[in-house]
């Protein structure tokens, strides 16, 4: 067993208490060195060290809790297992198929992993750097509960200064955010639509979340003037209103995936707005109601019908007709231009 090596994963558990494998009191302590793969079924406080391994070996059902991984970890299938207060830093994983596996209080920091699988896994306060942890044509099909899973240690107890919780809180959020962008590229390019466009959608998020705890923790904690405060506050408000943006849009689009659900959602519009027309009696029949509809919800025919000798309650009734569908309109033409593109 390497010493470097040793000393470098032990030191993770004492040092960085922003980890969620932070636990001092064990730092000190000697773990037994298993070989992967493990014959045991579980193992407990054990570092386990990777080595070349020949044909695929499959783990199914096993338990790995407190454990130090290190070393080189290449071509296999695990499966169903469990990894509690586990320590992957500094380790290399290659080629390995992790399904249905739980990753629970384990660090992922500066661990990188090329060409491997993780599907249907579930993720609990899982430590993660946006620039260390590595992602090379690897795949994690539910990548937003990846990222939101991301863990910073907030206890009272370990950090008792508020302003560095506010800091942790800041940077937490700014770690997600390059963390999901790198983890989109990657899924991007090798993983399915499904897993890529929920990666879009955690990347556009959390951008936003991220840029709104920098302006917060910047108002709250630095020094600054009353007019930089009010414009800091601002910028953090922009943040959420671009967040309930993003959101809507999303809702419409499936967040890009879905060309028939933005569709649906056009002939909605239409539909609504001709029944109101019908029933306020601004026309006087369905197919006139309906005509009217489909001109200004596709803004072909806004001038044509909302005239200057109407009542303004009517022509503000057109414009928001004309809003709605403008908005609808810039949602759906992209959508249907990124699909197109993306099967190309």
């Known amino acids: 067993m390497s010493t470097n090596a040793t000393k470098h994963t032990r030191r993770r558990r004492y040092g960085s208490y922003w980890e969620p494998i932070y636990e001092p009191e064990e730092a000190s302590k000697a773990y037994p060195i298993e070989m992967w793969p493990p014959r045991q079924e579980s193992l407990t406080r054990h570092a386990v060290e990777g080595q070349p391994v020949h044909g695929y070996p499959k783990l199914v059902d096993r338990g790995f809790f407190n454990c130090d991984f290190y070393g080189l ?14 320590d992957f830093g500094t380790t290399t994983w290659k080629k390995i198929k992790f399904k249905n596996c739980t990753f629970e209080r384990s660090s992922f920091t500066q661990a990188t992993f090329e060409d491997c699988d993780f599907s249907d896994c579930i993720w609990i306060d899982v430590g993660i750097s946006g620039l260390e942890t590595v992602f090379l044509r690897t795949v994690i099909n539910n990548p937003e509960k990846f990222i939101t899973s991301a863990y910073t240690n907030l206890d009272a107890r370990v950090i008792k200064d ?38 879009i959608k955690i990347n556009t998020l959390q951008t936003a979340r991220a840029g709104a705890a920098k302006s917060r923790y910047t108002r709250k904690y630095e020094q600054n003037s009353c007019i930089r405060k009010i414009r800091l506050t601002l910028t953090e408000y922009m943040y959420f209103f671009d967040l309930s943006i993003y959101r809507a849009s999303g809702f419409i689009n499936d967040w890009g995936k879905s060309v028939g659900r933005t569709a649906l959602f056009g002939f909605a519009i239409w539909i609504i707005f001709a ?32 005239v200057v000798s109407l009542p303004a309650a009517d022509k503000a009734l057109y414009a928001a007709n004309m809003l709605v569908g403008l908005l609808w309109y810039a949602v759906f033409i992209p959508t249907l231009v990124n699909r197109i593109s993306r099967a190309r």
Not at 74 to 79: D, I, K, L, P, Y
Not at 165 to 174: F, N, P, V, Y
């Open 275 to 306: 029944s109101i027309y019908k029933a306020v009696g601004i026309k006087s029949d369905w197919p006139a109601s309906l005509m009217a509809s489909a001109d200004v919800t596709l803004l072909v025919g806004y001038t044509k019908h909302a």
């Open 73 to 86: 970890f290449e071509s296999a299938s695990v499966r169903n297992c469990r990894f509690f207060m586990c």
């Open 162 to 199: 508020e302003e560095h919780r506010g800091k942790q809180i800041k940077e937490l959020e700014k770690t997600k955010a390059i963390a999901s962008r790198r983890l989109m590229v990657s899924i991007r390019d090798h993983g399915g639509e499904n897993a890529y466009y929920e990666a």
